[in-house]
């Protein structure tokens, strides 16, 4: 069975950083692209980011850029993303995803909240 | 980035009755288009991927179809379990944007 379970997330003053994870199961994690996706409190959802199999290509939304890293580690099967210099608009429910065709499976998802 | 609008914002419906939703794309994103479901306190759940394709699990009562700029997701007929937010999304470039979704509620 197919599962992913996010963790980091909490309470963080603006302009702090916060590194979440995503841990896989169930799946050949290396055989995939994987997505981050969130949703801030009562709006939709926005895609973040997302990386390459081996780690060598990235992308990630204008909005990030410069100031959240994604990264994996296919020997851990887990998925990070490192997240500096925030403010209250990334405030959200941050959501790994599988990337295959459309994102396939999800994790239940961590909240961020940015806040003084 | 290529923006998505989805129509309408939200649709009330009884259940037994059909469901057309649409999503329009600014520019062509060719069929790399998927439709998502998402309930309250939930993760969303995909439907349909690349423009027609039902993924694993998905109803046959849940199809897709279209293709460039123009999406539209149909429900032949609701289930008490179909009243949820849906979502398109495009993966033909980057950034991989949503559209802002459209609510189906129960008239």
């Known amino acids: 069975e197919v599962q992913l379970v996010e963790s980091g997330g909490g309470l963080v003053q603006p302009g702090g950083s916060l590194r979440l994870s995503c841990a896989a199961s169930g799946f050949t994690f290396s055989n995939y692209w994987m997505s981050w996706v969130r949703q801030a409190p009562g709006k939709g959802l926005a895609w973040v980011a997302n990386?390459?199999?081996?780690?060598?290509?990235?992308h990630y939304v204008d909005s990030v850029k410069g100031r959240f890293t994604i990264s994996r580690d296919n020997a851990k099967n887990s998925l990070f993303l490192q997240m500096n210099s925030l403010t209250a608009e990334d405030t959200a429910v941050y959501y790994c995803?599988?990337?295959?065709?459309?994102?396939?499976?999800w994790g239940q998802g961590t909240l961020v909240t940015v806040s003084s | 980035e290529i923006v998505l609008t989805q129509s309408p914002a939200t649709l009330s419906l009884s259940p037994g009755e059909r469901a057309t939703l649409s999503c329009r794309a600014s520019q062509s994103v060719r069929s790399y288009l998927a439709w998502y479901q998402q309930k309250p306190g939930q993760a969303p759940r995909l439907l349909i991927y690349d423009a027609s394709n039902r993924a694993t699990g998905i109803p046959a009562r849940f199809s897709g179809s279209g293709s460039g700029t123009d999406f539209t997701l149909t429900i032949s007929s609701l289930e008490p379990e179909d009243f949820a937010v849906y979502y398109c999304q495009h993966r033909s470039n980057w950034p991989h944007t949503f559209g802002p979704g459209t609510k189906v509620d129960i008239k």
């Open positions: 990386i390459k199999p081996d780690g060598s290509d990235k």
């Open positions: 995803a599988r990337d295959k065709d459309g994102r396939d499976y």
